[in-house]
């Protein structure tokens, strides 16, 4: 099992690495935003991440109170798909093409997101 911690934190930090932080200090730079040295960047990088367990908490919150109203329009799509004869699983569409097709093109990212995936199955089986 500490392999495969091991394993899910490197693949974790390849992600933030490759993936996340070049992202969003592109951003910043876009907004006219530049860290001035690498202690900076880190007090950045540690600020949105604050504010993003803020916004989730707050959408999250938001979420919850329209799932009674979400299940209701999926049940109606199931009996819709159902009398149309295409029911069963239906497919997400891949609504983070872009972020898939970058992860896809760059071998670390991708081996990083198998990585983090065999490492959640490993903890399902281990639970």
Do not use: C
């Not at 935003?33 to 916004?55: C, D, F, N, Q, T």
């Not at 997400?92 to 065999?118: M, R």
Request: avoid cysteine; aromatic fraction near 4%; proline fraction near 2%.
């Amino acid at each position: 099992m500490d392999n495969v911690k091991v394993a899910a934190e490197q693949a974790y930090a390849t992600i933030v690495t490759e993936l996340a932080a070049p992202r969003f200090f592109e951003k910043l730079a876009a907004n006219g935003i530049a860290p001035r040295s690498e202690g900076e960047a880190a007090e950045m990088w540690s600020a949105a991440s604050k504010l993003h367990v803020l916004y989730t908490a707050e959408q999250e919150k938001a979420a919850a109170a329209q799932v009674s109203s979400l299940s209701a329009a999926n049940q109606q799509l199931d009996e819709v798909l159902a009398a149309a004869g295409l029911g069963g699983h239906v497919e997400k569409s891949s609504a983070y093409a872009g972020a898939a097709n970058v992860a896809a093109s760059q071998p670390e990212i991708a081996q990083a997101v198998l990585t983090l995936q065999a490492a959640a199955a490993a903890a399902m089986q281990n639970a």
